[in-house]
Nanobody, 126 residues
Framework: QVQLVESGGSLVQAGGSLRLSCAASGRTFSSNNMGWFRQTPGKEREFVAG????????LLADSVKGRFTISRDNAKNTVYLQMNSLKPEDTAVYCC???????????????????WGQGTQVTVSS
């Protein structure tokens, strides 16, 4: 089992930056591929970023490429989402997720993830 707790969500003006953190506990963190998804009311959960087990491979959704970065620190059991040049359309609940095993390639589909955090709210004002 893996427990995930997100933090760092806040209200920020357009053009600003935030860094989200996801602290993992439970089984060995370095065994898991990780990802970030976001969701707004009435819309499907959207893939934002994924990272493989050792941080050597990452994927970003087209909508955030060039603005967001995903990284991880296995020594701290934490994965990060650095968000720059935020836009009002980035407003959502951001959830951290973990796959139940390791892979060299990040995953992008929500059904490929086995563990989920509760989410943290990011609100971007115009």
């Amino acid at each position: 089992q893996v427990q995930l707790v997100e933090s760092g969500g806040s209200l920020v003006q357009a053009g600003g930056s935030l860094r989200l953190s996801c602290a993992a506990s439970g089984r060995t963190f370095s065994s898991n591929n990780m990802g970030w998804f976001r969701q707004t009311p009435g819309k499907e959960r959207e893939f934002v970023a994924g990272i493989n087990w050792n941080g050597g491979s990452t994927l970003l959704a087209d909508s955030v490429k060039g603005r967001f970065t995903i990284s991880r620190d296995n020594a701290k059991n934490t994965v990060y989402l650095q968000m720059n040049s935020l836009k009002p359309e980035d407003t959502a609940v951001y959830c951290c997720a973990a796959v139940g095993y390791r892979s060299n390639y990040p995953y992008t589909k929500h059904y490929e993830y086995h563990y989920w955090g509760q989410g943290t709210q990011v609100t971007v004002s115009s």
